[in-house]
């Protein structure tokens, strides 16, 4: 999967093996071609440029301009695919024209994709294996989970085809390091479903080794490979937190009106406790939101402004806090952040001395980590308890059923 949208696994097993399975964009021919000797790469680059600074619009015409070149390819109508789906994370709620778009799009790329596997086998299996596996984290996000897991199945099977085919491309490494990574890190019981469902044991050590070759040598697939690797140093079970920084400070200047590379940067220095320079990063009232896109200048003012009040509570200075909350009293806010946004409101009753109403506040949360973090406050009035950073979690929206 192409974009920098990194959603979080769902409860469900089923639905965090088949988010494993996002796979590499890439394109090749349709005569005789492979991924990484592709001549539509280069046409491509825009396309991939417009998308991960988030110009939906422009990515769209981009992408509808390849087909009318190329209409035997399957990028132009994969592409299209790509920024529907990102549409439907940030939208809010979804409008149901942009997923019937995406359905649109991703059959009439498998269409095509089938087509081509006699003259380009690698083009016919790479495009495949990315859009089953595409659909596949869809239809897990809705709950529709025997079309995932046939989706799912599928999408492997065609990636490790066009991997055989053409090893040199090195892009193709990120959907493998991606299923081996992230399905490793599943609970003991749940390998061997995985296996079954793929064939393939998954390997933590390898999946590394896999997303960083895609990270160094990709090509079309070369930022999204940074863009993983760098979620996967900065989580808790690799604590990488500087070198996912050093990946992420070039994406941020490069792709401006995309705010995940500045929230996540955000919140590798709240972990660290870099509490000077996550604020200087979130910069809550600077001008560099004005050129964001529409569908995601809310969901972003939100949380930066949330990122801003966290920081100041935890580093001691809760009255700087204040204005931070009391924006997003009556700020649209994605509803993600809302039970953490209770938890800093609840935290500068108890500051204020406001014990009761602290008390009935944290006792209203009910999301996971927001719960526990309310639960120790509880036991521990703030200033002391936890100093817990919330999750990052972007796009702050799901695809609905």
């Known amino acids: 999967m192409l974009p920098v949208i990194l959603v979080p696994c769902r409860a469900s097993l089923l639905a965090c093996a088949l ?23 280069n046409e491509l680059a825009q396309v991939i440029d417009l998308f991960y600074d988030i110009r939906p619009d422009a990515a769209l015409a981009a992408a ?25 994370l940030f939208q809010d709620p979804v409008r149901p024209e942009t997923l019937k778009a995406f359905d649109s799009d991703i059959k009439r790329c498998l269409e095509v994709a089938e087509a081509t596997l006699k003259a380009s086998p690698a083009l016919g299996h790479y495009y495949m294996g990315a859009c089953h596996g595409f659909r596949a984290r869809v239809r897990a996000h809705q709950d529709r989970l025997r079309e995932a897991l046939a989706d799912g199945k599928k999408a492997m099977s065609h990636i490790n085809a066009a991997v055989e085919v053409d090893p040199d491309s090195h892009d193709a490494y990120l959907g493998l390091g991606m299923y081996n990574y992230f399905v490793a890190r599943l609970p003991a019981a749940a390998k061997p479903f995985a296996y079954m469902l793929t064939g393939m ?30 979620a996967v140093y900065s989580s808790e079970w690799e604590n990488r937190w500087e070198e996912a920084d050093a990946i992420l400070a070039p994406l941020m200047g490069r792709y401006p009106r995309n705010p995940y590379f500045r929230l996540r940067r955000v919140y590798i220095a709240e972990r660290l406790g870099r509490w000077e320079d996550a604020l200087r990063l ?10 964001l896109t529409p569908e995601v200048r809310a969901g972003t003012l939100a949380s930066v402004r949330y990122r801003a009040a966290e920081m100041l509570i935890l580093s001691g200075r809760p009255e700087e806090a204040r204005r931070h909350l009391d924006f997003l009293r009556d700020a649209p806010c994605p509803s993600r952040l809302k039970a953490w946004i209770a938890v800093r409101a609840a935290n500068l009753l108890q500051y204020d001395g406001r014990a009761k109403e602290a008390s009935e506040l944290y006792r209203s949360i009910k999301e996971g980590k927001a719960k526990k973090d309310a639960e120790k406050f509880l036991k521990e009035p703030y200033p002391k308890g936890p100093k817990t950073v919330a999750p990052l979690r972007w796009p702050l929206s799901e695809v609905p059923r």
């Open 19 to 41: 988010a494993a399975l996002r796979l590499p964009v890439c394109a090749a021919g349709p005569q005789g071609q492979t991924p990484s000797t592709d001549p539509v790469n």
């Open 64 to 88: 509808k301009e390849i087909e009318g070149r190329h209409p035997g390819h399957p990028a132009g109508p994969f592409y299209q695919s790509v920024v529907h789906y990102a549409l439907s």
């Open 201 to 230: 044991w998954p390997n933590r050590e390898r999946g590394l080794e896999q997303l960083q070759r895609a990270a160094e040598k990709g090509t079309i697939a070369l930022v999204e490979s940074r863009t993983v690797l760098a």
């Open 282 to 291: 979130a910069d809550p009232d600077g001008t560099w939101m004005k050129a």
